[in-house]
């Protein structure tokens, strides 16, 4: 009970002192405002806050929906990464046409996705976005992200499972990560006052923004992460070539309208340790290339 009363304690405050900072200064920064002259195309700044160590790098496998999973790690071996975070319901394989990556898949299909993985010098380090009906669904998924040692879930939970997720992380020791997609999402997980209000009382629960449908939104994603400070377990990192626009397409990081030094400046000076996970939704069959520009922009900056 202490752990989880210090979280919310901490969140609330950070909360109120993110929208004082951050809606007061001298470039006004609303989150649910139009900010295109503040997060514009193309941002020059450069990141003022570097971490002491490298940033852990991470590419959803989503993607490369388009391919099995094996045959997505081995386009990804030239990018220069070291882990994934996987997506429910990608084939794994060839050599095992039906089988899709989800729960209840054997033990030796497991071992099989492992041995692909550390072969290829990479670990999964999370699975999502992932859904769940029932708290046996819950645990089903918990202990299946465990098996393939993952220690993050991705989801768009309704709020009444979290106590199921809690219980549930804490038997597994993992964390459920709270994904959100752009403002035509049955949820508000876009909304940081959103997040951290409920999230509050549960300490295996966080926040898992997404820079890139922040911005297709019209919402400031600096403001977003900064209102998020001390509950973010894993972030999707990704610009878009357009500011607002719910169709904008993906381009490689820095190039877009996506405030990415800035995002990456705010991250920094919270000290955030979890993983940068890449998602390139385009190009579909040809996006390595972006991909690994995408890589080396955060190695570099």
Same mark, same amino acid.
Not at 23 to 45: L, P
Not at 180 to 204: E, F
Not at 210 to 220: E, F, M, P, Q, T
């Given at each position: 009970?202490?752990?989880?009363?210090?979280?919310?304690?901490?969140?609330?405050?950070?909360?109120?002192?993110?929208?004082?900072?951050? %809606?007061?200064?001298?470039?006004?920064?609303?989150?649910?405002?139009?900010?295109?002259?503040?997060?514009?195309?193309?941002?020059?700044?450069?990141?003022?806050?570097?971490?002491?160590?490298?940033?852990?790098?991470?590419?959803?496998?989503?993607?490369?929906?388009?391919?099995?999973?094996?045959?997505?790690?081995?386009?990804?071996?030239?990018?220069?990464?070291?882990?994934?975070?996987?997506?429910?319901?990608?084939?794994?394989?060839?050599?095992?046409?039906?089988?899709?990556?989800?729960?209840?898949?054997?033990?030796?299909?497991?071992?099989?996705?492992?041995?692909?993985?550390?072969?290829?010098?990479?670990?999964?380090?999370?699975?999502?976005?992932?859904?769940?009906?029932?708290?046996?669904?819950?645990?089903?998924? %918990?202990?299946?992200?465990?098996?393939?040692?993952?220690?993050?879930?991705?989801?768009?939970?309704?709020?009444?499972?979290?106590?199921?997720?809690?219980?549930?992380?804490?038997?597994?020791?993992?964390?459920?990560?709270?994904?959100?997609?752009?403002?035509?999402?049955?949820?508000?997980?876009?909304?940081?006052?959103?997040?951290?209000?409920?999230?509050?009382?549960?300490?295996?629960?966080?926040?898992?923004?997404?820079?890139?449908?922040?911005?297709?939104?019209?919402?400031?994603?600096?403001?977003?992460?900064?209102?998020?400070?001390?509950?973010?377990?894993?972030?999707?990192?990704?610009?878009?070539?357009?500011?607002?626009?719910?169709?904008?397409?993906?381009?490689?990081?820095?190039?877009?309208?996506?405030?990415?030094?800035?995002?990456?400046?705010?991250?920094?000076?919270?000290?955030?340790?979890?993983?940068?996970?890449?998602?390139?939704?385009?190009?579909?069959?040809?996006?390595?290339?972006?991909?690994?520009?995408?890589?080396?922009?955060?190695?570099?900056?």
């Amino acid at each position: 009970m202490r752990i989880v009363s210090m979280k919310k304690i901490y969140i609330m405050l950070g909360s109120c002192i993110a929208l004082l900072t951050a %809606c007061n200064s001298s470039q006004e920064c609303k989150c649910f405002k139009n900010t295109a002259g503040y997060e514009a195309k193309i941002n020059t700044s450069k990141t003022t806050n570097k971490p002491t160590t490298p940033r852990k790098i991470a590419v959803q496998m989503w993607s490369l929906h388009d391919v099995t999973l094996e045959e997505a790690i081995e386009k990804l071996k030239p990018v220069g990464i070291n882990a994934i975070e996987c997506y429910p319901g990608q084939k794994i394989s060839k050599k095992y046409p039906d089988v899709k990556l989800i729960p209840g898949m054997t033990n030796e299909q497991i071992d099989f996705v492992k041995k692909l993985v550390a072969d290829a010098g990479m670990k999964i380090v999370s699975f999502g976005v992932a859904s769940a009906k029932n708290e046996k669904e819950i645990e089903q998924l %918990c202990a299946f992200a465990k098996q393939l040692g993952a220690d993050k879930v991705i989801t768009e939970a309704r709020v009444i499972t979290f106590p199921a997720w809690q219980k549930y992380c804490e038997k597994y020791d993992m964390y459920m990560c709270l994904h959100h997609h752009a403002l035509d999402a049955p949820n508000q997980y876009y909304d940081a006052y959103v997040v951290n209000k409920y999230t509050a009382p549960y300490s295996r629960i966080l926040g898992n923004p997404d820079v890139g449908h922040l911005v297709r939104s019209n919402i400031n994603a600096v403001c977003t992460i900064r209102m998020l400070k001390g509950n973010i377990g894993s972030i999707h990192i990704k610009d878009e070539d357009a500011y607002g626009n719910h169709y904008s397409k993906a381009c490689v990081l820095g190039q877009g309208y996506v405030d990415i030094p800035n995002v990456l400046n705010e991250l920094d000076k919270q000290g955030y340790n979890g993983y940068f996970v890449i998602e390139y939704e385009d190009d579909w069959g040809k996006n390595i290339p972006h991909i690994k520009a995408c890589v080396d922009y955060l190695k570099n900056n």
